[in-house]
């Protein structure tokens, strides 16, 4: 078979594990999810086509060999279970190790997907279950000028601990068997791009408004200070320039740089279009007068700013409350520099494992000729400089 007829059959199995792919995962995540999930893969192979390499950083042996592991775990080939050493009466309760580089690869996947993610600060927690995340609180350092033949005091420096501590975190998914008859970088792009996701979304919600199931958010944290908007501004709709300005006020001027505002889809849109009384935009819209007070990204969302207020960007993320959840004295967004006051934790491993009967999503895989997948990881997020954020908050009457 020549080259060009050999591309042409690959290119043609590709549609077709992305049409089977697709609709799986569909009855899952959603096919919103699913949707940005297929268009994550087609730029994998974008990218690979136009630089030899895509964002997971994997050469096509690399992904043929993942992908190759997953066909050994689902059909019983693969040789160790991660926790064999640890749990010999019981190794069914450990998954197959997941190559190290792959974990990386999906990783940087989870970095495309989730704000969290992208823009939070990192740490390895390699063989450790808890990290102690030292926090600068005290004041700006500034020295002093010694006078003559005078001893110069000594400035305490006033550091706290947040404590990263690492939680298991999995997702499990069904795949269908005529799934593993086909490309094999195709599948593993899908398999990878899934796990990404999942993670993905998993830190945003954790991160930005986790309830300390496990972890505690931005949105949830009783360290983070909060701006009350004026009073009768008891919708979330009635943030004003105002308010913006009191927020950003808050926050220490050395990291003013990093910070950015972040809203619900749904509030941003309430907020970037609210009128005034004689039919006015609250905020000055950029090409009026004062274009300074904010501007809109018809293209923005997660990792895109959707828009600026007073020239800071604005991030959206649906895990955060969303404008139909308005009401008096109610955070509902926050400004501050994620990658300063939030970090996350990451193993080194991840395991994956396959279930050839059980329920998932409801039904019995082995009757509908499929596989329960599950990728399991530790993962961890904690607050770890609360001043790095200004959360703001409806007026109680």
Same mark, same amino acid.
């Given at each position: ?12 199995? &590709?549609?077709?594990?992305?049409? #089977? ?9 959603? =096919? ?23 964002? /997971? ?41 997941? =190559? ?101 979304? /998993? ?69 970037? #279009? ?9 905020? /000055? ?16 969302? #997660? ?9 800071? =960007? ?81 007026? &109680?009457?």
């Amino acid at each position: 078979m020549d080259e060009k007829t050999l591309s042409k059959v690959l290119d043609e199995h &590709a549609k077709v594990l992305d049409k #089977t792919v697709k609709e799986n995962v569909e009855g899952i995540v959603g =096919p919103l999810v699913a949707q940005k999930m297929s268009e994550v893969v087609n730029q994998l192979r974008v990218e690979r086509s136009l630089f030899g390499q895509d964002r /997971t950083g994997l050469s096509k042996e690399q992904k043929e060999a993942f992908a190759e592991f997953v066909k050994d775990v689902a059909f019983g080939n693969a040789r160790a279970k991660a926790n064999e050493a640890l749990i010999v009466e019981d190794d069914s309760r450990g998954g197959y190790l997941v =190559p190290t580089e792959t974990f990386r690869g999906i990783l940087r996947i989870a970095e495309s997907f989730g704000l969290v993610a992208n823009q939070a600060r990192k740490f390895t927690m390699d063989g450790v279950n808890e990290l102690e995340v030292p926090a600068y609180t005290g004041s700006v350092l500034s020295g002093e000028f010694l006078g003559v033949d005078s001893a110069g005091s000594v400035t305490a420096l006033s550091f706290e601990h947040a404590r990263l501590l690492k939680k298991t975190w999995q997702l499990a998914f069904v795949v269908n068997n005529k799934m593993f008859k086909y490309a094999a970088v195709d599948l593993a792009d899908w398999l990878m791009v899934l796990a990404g996701e999942a993670m993905a979304s /998993t830190l945003d919600n954790q991160g930005l408004n986790g309830t300390g199931a496990p972890f505690v958010g931005v949105m949830q944290n009783a360290d983070v200070s909060t701006v009350t908007m004026a009073s009768t501004n008891t919708d979330f709709e009635d943030f004003a320039l105002e308010n913006a300005s009191d927020m950003i006020a808050q926050i220490a001027e050395s990291i003013l740089p990093q910070c950015a505002f972040y809203f619900s889809p749904t509030v941003w849109a309430k907020i970037r #279009t609210k009128k005034d009384g004689a039919g006015n935009y609250v905020f /000055t819209q950029v090409g009026q007068s004062q274009p300074t007070g904010i501007s809109m990204n018809p293209n923005g969302g #997660t990792l895109v700013k959707a828009g600026e207020i007073l020239g800071f =960007p604005v991030y959206t993320s649906s895990k955060l409350p969303a404008n139909s959840a308005t009401a008096v004295s109610t955070e509902f967004g926050f400004f501050g520099a994620l990658s300063v006051g939030l970090a996350i934790g990451t193993d080194g491993n991840m395991s994956l494992d396959e279930h050839r009967s059980g329920s998932f999503g409801g039904k019995e895989v082995a009757l509908a000729n499929q596989r329960g997948m599950v990728f399991k990881t530790d993962l961890a997020t904690t607050v770890g400089l609360p001043a790095a954020f200004i959360k703001i908050k409806t007026a &109680a009457s």
